[in-house]
Nanobody, 123 residues
Framework: VQLAESGGGLVQSGGSLRLSCVVS???????IGWFRQAPGKEREAVAC????????YYADSVKGRFTISRDVPKNTVYLQMNSLKPEDTAVYYC??????????????????WGQGTQVTVSS
């Protein structure tokens, strides 16, 4: 599975961006999500969705501001980011993995990853 992110850029605090992740093919049963990594910080899961139930996961820091969605015919996953803050500045990655019972997000050790897209929020 290949993934390609786009949509990053520079935005002022309070602004919005929509990231896109085009997937070469969706697995039959999968979890797919967005992760981010800021300089000097560990990578963290931001938002994920499970294919079967459609249940979503959001990090506490982005709840109410970010929304993950899928367009299956277009093989695309989106991350709508509103009310952006300087602390949202990071490289954002899309990741995809087989669905595992009880697991909300792709396992970083086994997932397929995109190349990342930079998001910079100025204050």
């Amino acid at each position: 599975v290949q993934l390609a992110e786009s949509g990053g850029g520079l935005v002022q605090s309070g602004g919005s961006l929509r990231l896109s992740c085009v997937v070469s093919r969706f697995l039959d049963y999968y979890t797919i999500g967005w992760f981010r990594q800021a300089p000097g910080k560990e990578r963290e899961a931001v938002a994920c969705v499970r294919s079967v139930e459609g249940t979503t996961y959001y990090a506490d820091s982005v709840k109410g501001r970010f929304t993950i969605s899928r367009d299956v015919p277009k093989n695309t996953v989106y991350l709508q980011m509103n009310s952006l803050k300087p602390e949202d500045t990071a490289v954002y990655y899309c990741a995809n993995d087989y669905l595992t019972y009880g697991v909300s997000c792709p396992d970083p050790a086994f997932a397929s990853w995109g190349q990342g897209t930079q998001v910079t929020v100025s204050s």
